[in-house]
């Protein structure tokens, strides 16, 4: 008769090791296949990719360090005054996004103003892009409209208008607050 213990399937289990010490043929697995990580984690499936890492990194192997040409220099700062996005610019490149983002940090490179995304309310939209051929932000509406709150900056769609603030503003930009009906239909 079988006792209980025979009858088990056996399992296969994750080698776990007390201690962090890394064996010899680990060490050449790693060096020999440096930067792949996912080749190294196919050889060595009991290590963490982070294990694999920090070893490398212990073991002074680094990943290559990108040094900015002139010419890519050029295309992004020709890329960030066309108001490109930082991902196709990163696309374009061939980088990561991060990279394209520290580049630009690193030379003080800012897209320049953009015009306000359209809300849906037509009324609102047509406010705020004159203020923005004004040059003038949600907070500057809201500074010349007085009072208290902030009817500019803090609007969104579920908020309701305030009709008063509207015609402030709009008188302030040089404009008309004109109702126009629609025929109707008999």
Known sequence: MLS??????TRVHRVVRKQNDW?????????SHWPDVETIQKSLPHRTRTAIQNFAGRCNLRREIHIWSASEDAILKKRVK????????????????????????YIGLRYGRRPPAPTGHRL???????????NMSRR??????GGKGEPFSRWSPARKL??????QAVDYMGGELDVVWEPLEN
């Not at 209980?4 to 399937?9: G, Q, R, S, V, Y």
């Not at 064996?23 to 060096?31: A, D, F, S």
């Open 4 to 9: 209980t213990i025979d009858a088990a399937p």
């Open 23 to 31: 064996t010899l043929k680990e060490h050449e697995v790693v060096v």
């Open 82 to 105: 066309e108001g490109v996005a930082t991902k196709a610019i990163a696309a374009e490149l061939r980088m990561h996004i991060n990279q394209v983002t520290n580049r630009k940090q």
């Open 124 to 134: 609102m939209d047509a406010i705020l892009h004159r203020a923005f051929h004004l």
């Open 140 to 145: 500057d509406l809201d500074a010349v409209c």
């Open 162 to 167: 305030c009709i008063r603030k509207i015609k």
